[in-house]
């Protein structure tokens, strides 16, 4: 035995580390405390520095590897925790250094971005979101947690739940949209999907809620951009996600990159230490985001690195990610004494934490085991969910009687995302694979038609202004019955640094649609788009006869899309986020304020109201908006009373009929407008839906139950709910009218 195998069997003996046996959450922590602090009073300031400090894996090609200068850390026991390497073979490598050859033979934590799936790739989370199905998008983050997991991750840092409302940030096409109360539903699924129930089996992987926070509300959807909000915003729209997550029982957080109200968040003690922490009695771990420590100095609010350092760790930041900043510093810091000592244990208490909670320190390499490996990435089912999830993820914008398609139809098929298979799993795709893995939508097609019936063209490029395609795809689609077009923006356009001042469909693929009007004008045209952002339409909803909305539909997406197009899915998704006519009105999104001088719907233009001269107020597709290829009729919609106390449950029941010829699901949506307020309330509030499914002919009604928890809101010193009445309504999106009332009666 050598000495370091030595220290490893005496440290593990002395702690006595059995995770997997603790019955109650009591008991766990205060073993886990117990067992962190034993083998903190072995650890030096250097080897507690080190376990705040991660640092990035490297590609070659053969696999992910690290540079050498992280290696010297991991090998002096300086690294807590490494990302951007994964696979059972190379985690386990490298978790052999951390456990046999470093003084204490602490295990390292290996982190990934595992956003919309890990090998299996989802639908981009703004489209997954647009499913409106909470239990499929936990789901498949239970999936993406089984891969990850069994490639050696033990975290992954999601879900982001910055609210997204302005198209122009790239970012949009990680979040879940523009609304609180969808968010706060998905946070918990993903959260809880990830996690498991049990984090000390070998199954399961830590969440990060991220990023903390205000990132979406960047200025002018310019990524990175200075973020001002007062209270109100931050704390009735920014911050509830975050909450929920907690919620959940997430177990880390992120940084922004954002400074918000003149404070970069990664040196926000405020939101780290005020609210997380104090308000929300926070107990995991915080990751700085990507070098975002010693960005603290190009902000301007630190005066050099050393500096960067102090305010992080005097915030509450635990573990620095990238920027070297507490590698360089901590140690310094304390012996100038600039800071307590305390606050490196704190930070060294909540990682050990984390580590034990995984299991870890029982068996450091239960992550890492190739057969498990194997037998769990791409499994047959993974694929299948991901293609249902593609399905129920598509939102049937219009539809002027194109769709579905039929058997029996040829189709001109064109676009230059027809047989895509690298942009189609989309941005932050994770180890999805771009060479071949996914399904394209032409093969989704071609599993529905003979190759007979499909003529196909490229056309035209996503993002050049190449038109030497237009002629043959005009004639092509001379000859077939449908024109369907396969559309959109690149994987890159979207994501982080991806923000676009124009948010129309790239290059000259408009162009080519319109060339195709005009020189096709009696055959229907089928727009099918790829994309990860709400993108201005405006022109393409007025050439086509039918538009569907795939966003970036992941690994199985040709085959998810296809069923749609055929009716084998009917569409049921519905947009968790506006889309502008144009990008003039960004940020628009549907529950805003009334103003004083809001329009009135019989004069849109009056003077001296708040109202463009250019343009009208209201969007392309609203929020809450997608079709069916059957028709759902609502009616008779009835609350248990007009009146009720705070602690009383309001019934609001709805009769829902489908009166098409297709069976299918409804998305049944419930907004209040509280219409009087100490803080004005927004015009329109969603606070709840359910997703239902009806045979054609059938009939059926629909509870929502209301409490007084659902009408709270921060009034600028707490959460309340205060007297007065509310309108409220049951609808198939957000563009509706109120009819119904009910009064809250404060001591009633
Ligand atoms: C992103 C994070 C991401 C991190 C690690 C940053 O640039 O903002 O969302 O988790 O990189 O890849």
Known sequence: MNKHTFTFAILFSFLIFSCAKNTNTNQL?????????????????????????MYSGDWDVTGPVVSSNNMKLLRDGNLGAMFNVYSAKKTKELQKIAVEETRLGIPLLFGYDVIHGFKTIFPINLGHAASWDIEDIKKSARIAAEEASSEGLHWTFAPMLDIGRDPRWGRVSECAGEDVFLTNEIAKAYVNGFQGDDLSKHNTILSCAKHFVGYGAAQAGRDYNTVNMGEDELRNVYLPPFKAAVDAGAESFMTAFNELNGVPATGNSYIFRDILRDEWGFNGFVVSDYTAINELVTHGFAEDEMNAAEIAIKAGIDLDMMSGAYKSYLEKLVNEEKINVDLINDACRRILTAKYKLGLFDDPYRYSVNARERETIYKTEYLEAARKSAAMSCVLLKNDDALPLSKKETIALIGPLVKDKENIIGNWAAA???????????????????????????????????????KKAISLAKKADKIVLVMGENYHMSGEAASRTNIKIPGVQTQLIKALRKEVPNKQIILILMNGRPLDLSEEDSLTDAILET????????????????????????????????VGQIPIYYNVKNTGRPITLDNPKEDYKSNYIDSPNTPLYPFGHGLSYTNFDYSDITLSSNKIGTSDTLSVLVNIKNTGNYDGHEIVQLYIHDKVGSITRPVKELKGFKKIFLKKGENKRVVFKITNEDLKFFNGYEFLTEAGEFEIAISNSSDFHFKKKFELKVNY
């Open 551 to 582: 966003w970036f539909p992941g690994t199985s997406g040709g085959y998810g899309v296809a069923d749609v197009l055929f009716g084998k899915y009917n569409p049921s998704a519905k947009l968790p986020i506006t889309f502008p006519r144009s």
């Open 432 to 470: 999805g694979d771009r060479n071949g893995k996914a399904i394209s939508i032409y093969q989704g097609i071609k599993s529905y038609l003979n190759d007979t019936n499909i003529l196909y063209t490229k056309g035209c490029d996503i993002n050049t202004n190449n038109k030497s395609g237009f």
């Open 29 to 53: 922590n205060n073993d886990t405390y117990t067992k962190v602090n034993s083998l903190m009073s072995l650890m030096t300031i250097k080897e507690k520095i080190g376990q705040t400090i």
